[in-house]
Structure formats: structure tokens, C-alpha cells
Nanobody, 124 residues
């Protein structure tokens, strides 16, 4: 049973930074591509960033390019999302996702494993 646990969410002022972490267990972390998504009530779950199993390929959604950075530490079974220059529009529940299929995708229905989510609130 693969489990993902996010941490690091919280409340910040606009322009501030947060670092999310997601630690996995129950699988071989280095086999997973990892991703971050976010969800605002009333909207669809939105792709934020993804990183390949080796870390060699990284993808970002346009709204976060230049502000967010995804990275992974395969020795610690952990993926990170460094979020800088946060805006009120970044307010959402952030989810970590994992999948063993190496094909990159922004479609949340094509990711097999999900964390429980962590709230990020950015005040103006």
C-alpha cells in the first residue's frame, strides 16, 4: 500500500514563501514520477508541477513558472515544492501525487496515488 503524506502548508502574506514536503512509504520511491496539484472548492483539481523519477525532467504549470520549484530526494523518499512570491490566487489545498508510469501528464485522473492534502492560504 503506497502512502503519501504532505506537510508544510500554512498561512502567509502575499509575497511570502512556503516549502511543502511529501514523503512516501510502501513503494519504491525512485520508480515514481511525482507531482503536485492544487484544488480550490468549486474548481477542478489543477496541475502545479511534476518531476520524473530520476529528477531529470521537470514540468510546471504556467501560473507558477518562475515562482515555484519542485525537487526530490530519492534517499529520503521525499518530494518538495518550494513556493516563492506567493499570491492570493495560490490559496488552495495542495496535493502530492505519485505514479509508476513514466509518461508525463497533467491529467489528475492518470495519477494512481494521492496524499491527503495540505492547506495553503495566502493573505493579501
Amino acid at each position: 500500500q503506497v502512502q503519501l503524506v504532505e506537510s508544510g502548508g500554512g498561512s502567509v502574506q502575499a509575497g511570502g514563501s512556503l516549502r511543502l514536503s511529501c514523503t512516501t512509504s510502501g513503494g519504491t520511491f525512485s520508480d515514481f514520477r511525482m507531482g503536485w496539484f492544487r484544488h480550490v472548492p468549486g474548481k477542478e483539481r489543477e496541475f502545479v508541477a511534476a518531476i520524473s523519477s530520476s529528477g531529470g525532467s521537470i514540468y510546471y504549470a504556467v501560473p507558477v513558472q518562475g515562482r515555484f520549484a519542485v525537487s526530490r530526494d530519492n534517499a529520503k523518499n521525499t518530494v518538495y515544492l518550494q513556493m516563492n512570491s506567493l499570491k492570493p490566487d495560490d490559496t488552495a489545498v495542495y496535493y502530492c501525487a505519485a505514479d509508476e508510469d513514466p509518461a508525463a501528464t497533467t491529467n489528475p485522473t492518470l495519477w494512481d496515488y494521492w496524499g491527503q492534502g495540505t492547506q495553503v492560504t495566502v493573505a493579501s
